[in-house]
């Protein structure tokens, strides 16, 4: 499918024209957000950075639009670093459910949130099923952990996670944010001194971030004291390298199948779910918003 060509596909960056212009042929939108926590030696929003490149890919596949700039969430543990930005499950979801609700009223049907952030799960999934239920509108949540394994079982080679870090910065244009130093040198990895990390019972009966609340014992036990690099001849092979990983793992996600299906959801929902069972459903918090314009 060949996509009309746009200035930008990041909606704070449009004019209002271009955003009427584009909503009369489509009412896609991602919505990438993420954390600014300590991540070793990376910029301290990696984790809303490379959601937004991932998101730009995906939006280049199906003429969709992304709403940028929301780095703010729950971080998990990490909050023992001074550089960690505290933000409650609670405070986040009701953020982003203003956002989803102002977004449905600007014609935007399909949403689909986006992150690459272990604890994310906890926001974006509550905020899909409370939204569903005020609205009937099915939104979505993409989890670019969940994506990522999935390529590598079709047969996508990834590196690590590291490499997808750096593509991102590649794809946006901001390979200059990533620390070039020489006198900082990756730690090996060590084994974690958080006490989660020495039992096996929290893992084996529920995602980490949602069995039991921990705090990290160092800041090199989240993801290590990866990130800087020795020269920018490194750092632009590694982003380089990054950005091709990215756009496969993209290309093997089927977007186009799925923006589909959000579509028959939403078909179902309003003409077979709701005629049949309209009277038991949880109201509508907004009684017009779940109505197709």
């Given at each position: 499918m060949e996509l009309p060509e746009m200035r930008t596909r990041f909606l704070p960056k449009m004019t209002h024209d271009e955003v009427v212009e584009y909503r009369k042929r489509n009412d896609i939108i991602f919505v990438p957000f993420g954390t600014v926590?300590?991540?070793?030696?990376?910029?301290?929003?990696?984790?809303?950075?490379?959601?937004?490149?991932?998101?730009l890919c995906m939006a280049q596949k199906v003429d969709g639009l992304v709403l940028g700039q929301l780095p703010y969430f729950y971080p998990g543990a990490s909050p023992m670093s001074p550089g960690t930005i505290q933000m409650s499950v609670e405070s986040g979801v009701r953020y982003l459910k203003e956002?989803?609700?102002?977004?449905?009223?600007?014609?935007?049907?399909?949403?689909?949130?986006?992150?690459?952030?272990?604890?994310?799960f906890l926001t974006a999934g509550t905020l899909v099923v409370d939204f569903f239920d005020e609205t009937k509108v099915p939104i979505a949540y993409i989890d670019l952990v969940e994506a990522a394994q999935y390529a590598a079982k079709q047969g996508v080679k990834i590196d690590d996670y590291d490499s997808l870090f750096y593509g991102a910065y590649e794809i946006l244009g901001r390979k200059d944010e990533l620390v070039v130093d020489t006198s900082i040198c990756a730690e090996p990895k060590q084994d974690s001194e958080t006490s989660i990390d020495h039992f096996s019972y929290f893992r084996r009966y529920a995602h980490p971030s949602g069995s039991i609340g921990f705090y990290f014992a160092r800041p090199q036990d989240h993801a290590g004291m990866t990130g800087a690099l020795k020269s920018v001849e490194e750092r632009d092979e590694r982003c380089k390298k990054g950005a091709?990983?990215?756009?496969?793992?993209?290309?093997?996600?089927?977007?186009p199948e799925y923006v589909e299906a959000m579509r028959y959801v939403d078909e179902e929902t309003s003409s077979v779910i709701l005629p049949k069972y309209a009277d038991i459903l949880p109201r509508n918090k907004y009684p017009?918003?779940?109505?197709?314009?």
């Open positions: 926590e300590v991540h070793g030696t990376f910029p301290l929003d990696v984790e809303q950075t490379t959601p937004e490149a991932f998101a956002i989803a609700h102002s977004l449905l009223n600007q014609g935007f049907r399909r949403q689909i949130y986006v992150s690459l952030h272990g604890p994310a091709i990983q990215i756009r496969e793992i993209v290309e093997h996600m089927d977007m017009d918003a779940g109505v197709k314009k």
